[in-house]
C-alpha cells in the first residue's frame, strides 16, 4: 500500500510542478496546491500505514495508530488552505489590476 501512495504523491509533485512552470497564473496557484496535496500524502506514507486501534492508549491494546502524522497532516491542511487562499486572492487582484492572467505580460517592457 505505501508503493501506491509513494506514486500518487509523485505523481501529484510532477503535475505540480509542471503547472507552476506554466504561464498562467490561475494553473500557478493549482500547481501549489497539487504539491500540497502531495506533501500530505508523503507525510502520511512516511509515518507508515499502521491499521489498528485509535491512537489511545488502552490496557490490553498492543497495536495503536500513531497519532503524530495526523496532527502533522492536519496542520499542514490548515497552512496550505491559508496560502491557497491568499494565491487565490492575490491572482485575483492581479488580473483585476493587469486585465491579463499571463506571466509574460505582467513583467512589461523593459522601457518602462
Not at 83 to 101: E, G, H, I, P
Amino acid at each position: 500500500m505505501e508503493i501506491i501512495m509513494i506514486v500518487l504523491a509523485a505523481i501529484l509533485f510532477a503535475t505540480g510542478v509542471y503547472n507552476i512552470l506554466q504561464k498562467q497564473l490561475l494553473r500557478i496557484v493549482i500547481g501549489t496546491v497539487l504539491i500540497s496535496h502531495g506533501a500530505h500524502l508523503f507525510i502520511l506514507t512516511m509515518g507508515k500505514l499502521k491499521r489498528g486501534a485509535p491512537p489511545v492508549e488502552v490496557y490490553g491494546v498492543t497495536e495503536y495508530a500513531d497519532p503524530l502524522p495526523q496532527a502533522l497532516i492536519l496542520t499542514s491542511i490548515v497552512i496550505s488552505f491559508g496560502v491557497t487562499s491568499f494565491l487565490l486572492v492575490l491572482a485575483y487582484r492581479a488580473y483585476k489590476l493587469n486585465q491579463t492572467d499571463n506571466m509574460e505580460k505582467m513583467r512589461g517592457s523593459e522601457h518602462e
